[in-house]
């Protein structure tokens, strides 16, 4: 039903009642009357107005009554992945915002991929053109080489490629696709890898041609395979397995393991490094310190993050006061970043602020 009344006392006037709808929502008035021809707060400058030449913007132009953006009567705004720049003429130009450091992230709710500036966290804009319309974006991983951002979509039990100028997208995988829970790109060869946790598998398919997919390790072999590195010069691969029950001291010997394991870029000469006991359950985010030659992880149910060698050895306990459940984990220019699941929060903190004794960040250190 509609109803209309009048607005001096409120009595109603008329209803109409519709048979060709059962719910009504908005409403609005559709004339030309009710949007007459307006200019520009008063303004100084010649383009004072939206509806001349777009205020001299390149992309979004919004009547102000300041001085904000460089005129008077309107101010240029960007999309996200922009950055607004002044060129003769008072005409606001949008540029691209990518810039290097650029660290990477997935959300839900809504679910999209953005960029900030890794030296820079707070910076308050976006680095790249972000990655929209997805559902739940289970695992990302980047392509500096090709610019572009290649994710899973556990929604749509696919794998997609995403241009991070031109937003072009692509999908690169949508068969046989269960749970994709990590990623990474061999930027050298141009392969991608991926684990997925439904299908107890690991796989590799050329990125150029998409076609071209093989399966590497297979259910028998692995439990719940996660979070996946690469190292193309070494010609190694890392990769973490979750335990189907959490290991305990005295568990039962037939209960599979959590464990952290490496093999050739092939999948032969499996190696494990980390096997699974009361001190390893629930690793994820792998990510390589190429430089100082560590193998960084974290354990989202004993909520720590620590590091071991790509042979395996000296294992060390990095950091156990911050996180409080770590997802994804990154290692840059001599700083931890990780995701906080539960807060839905990115973290970071200098290594050369960390107690190597005691894995104990110094006050104020984190951010």
Known sequence: MIVRI??????????????????????????????????????????????????????????????????????????????????????????????????????????????????????????????????RPTAITADAIRGAVYFADASRYAIYRQNLETGDRDVLVDTFVGNCAGMAVDWVAGNLYWTDDALATISVLRVDQPACRRVLLSSGALSHPRAIC??????????????????????????????????????????PLVRGDHQLHWPNGLTLDYTHHWLYWCDAFLDRIERIRFDGSDRQLVLTDAPTHPYGLAVFDGRLHWTEFRHGTVMRVALADINPATGLAKQGAVE
């Open 6 to 135: 009048a607005k001096a006392d409120g009595s109603t006037v008329k209803s109409f009642a519709r048979r060709d709808f059962t719910r009504a929502y908005s409403i609005k008035i559709f004339h030309r009357q009710r949007q007459p021809d307006a200019k520009s707060p008063a303004s100084r400058w010649p383009r004072s107005s939206c509806a001349v030449d777009n205020g001299g913007c390149d992309q979004i132009c919004v009547p102000t009554g300041g001085g904000r953006g460089g005129t008077d009567g309107v101010r240029c705004l960007c999309a996200e992945g922009y950055k607004l720049q002044w060129e003769a003429g008072l005409r606001g130009v949008c540029r691209l915002a990518f810039a290097y450091p650029t660290l990477l992230f997935g959300r839900t709710q809504p679910g999209a991929i953005l960029g900030i500036p890794a030296t820079t966290l707070a910076a308050g804009y976006s680095t790249v053109r972000p990655v929209r319309g997805i559902g």
């Open 230 to 271: 690469v190292h193309p010069a070494m010609g190694l691969l890392f990769w973490a397995d979750w335990s189907e029950i959490v290991s305990a001291p005295g568990a039962a010997a037939n209960r599979p393991a959590a464990s952290i394991e490496r093999a050739n870029m092939d999948g032969t000469g499996r190696r």
